[in-house]
Nanobody
Framework: QVQLVESGGGLVQAGGSLRLSCAASGRTFSMYAMGWFRQAPGKERDVVAAISWSGGVTHYADSMKGRFTISRDNAKNTVYLQMNSLKPEDTAVYYC????????????????????WGQGTQVTVSS
């Protein structure tokens, strides 16, 4: 079992920045590829960014490229999402997720592929 706890959400003005953190506990964190997803009211849960076990491979949804950065610190069992140039349409609940893997390079962009989820953190961007 892996427990995931997100933090760092909040209210920010358009153009501002937030840094989300996801702290993992339980089984060996470095054996998991990680992802950040978001879900706005009435919408599906979509991938924001994903990162491989080693941290060497990353993926971003098109609308996040150049604005968001995913990273991880396996020594601290934590994955981060740095969000810059935030827009009102970024408003959503942000979730981190973990998927057990056996290689160091794969990333996963489908929510159904993940094994564990955090409880989510609200991000609200005002115009």
């Amino acid at each position: 079992q892996v427990q995931l706890v997100e933090s760092g959400g909040g209210l920010v003005q358009a153009g501002g920045s937030l840094r989300l953190s996801c702290a993992a506990s339980g089984r060996t964190f470095s054996m998991y590829a990680m992802g950040w997803f978001r879900q706005a009211p009435g919408k599906e849960r979509d991938v924001v960014a994903a990162i491989s076990w080693s941290g060497g491979v990353t993926h971003y949804a098109d609308s996040m490229k150049g604005r968001f950065t995913i990273s991880r610190d396996n020594a601290k069992n934590t994955v981060y999402l740095q969000m810059n140039s935030l827009k009102p349409e970024d408003t959503a609940v942000y979730y981190c997720a973990a998927k057990h893997v056996t290689n160091h390079y794969s990333v996963y962009v489908q929510a159904r592929g993940y094994d564990y989820w955090g409880q989510g953190t609200q991000v609200t961007v005002s115009s």
